[in-house]
């Protein structure tokens, strides 16, 4: 079993930055492939990130490549999603899961085995 806390959401202006942490409890996460998805007002949640269980994958969706960085700390069972260059379209409730099996990186929900239980990121203009 794995329990997924999302923290370091926020209301920050276009062009600011944030970072936000999926902490994780269970011993599969340190193995396991992480994803970050978001979920604007109105929409779909939607692939933002992933990381493999080694760390040494990682995925972007297209929008936010350059401003986004994935990365992860085995020490502290912590996944990070470091966001600059903010943008009002990324204001969503943002999402971390983790993918328990031992296939490839995924960017789909349906790979995703537990999730947390979000949270919001709001970009001001």
């Known amino acids: 079993q794995v329990q997924l806390v999302e923290s370091g959401g926020g209301l920050v202006q276009a062009g600011g930055s944030l970072r936000l942490s999926c902490a994780a409890s269970g011993r599969i996460f340190s193995r396991a492939h992480v994803g970050w998805f978001r979920q604007a007002p109105g929409k779909e949640r939607g692939f933002v990130s992933a990381?493999?269980?080694?760390?040494?994958?990682?995925n972007y969706t297209d929008s936010v490549k350059g401003r986004f960085t994935v990365s992860r700390d085995h020490a502290k069972n912590t996944v990070y999603l470091q966001m600059n260059s903010l943008k009002p379209e990324d204001t969503a409730t943002y999402y971390c899961a983790a993918d328990a099996g031992w296939g490839p990186l995924e960017t789909t929900e349906a790979a995703y085995d537990y999730w947390g239980q979000g949270t919001q990121v709001t970009i001001s203009s």
């Open positions: 990381i493999s269980g080694n760390g040494g994958h990682t």
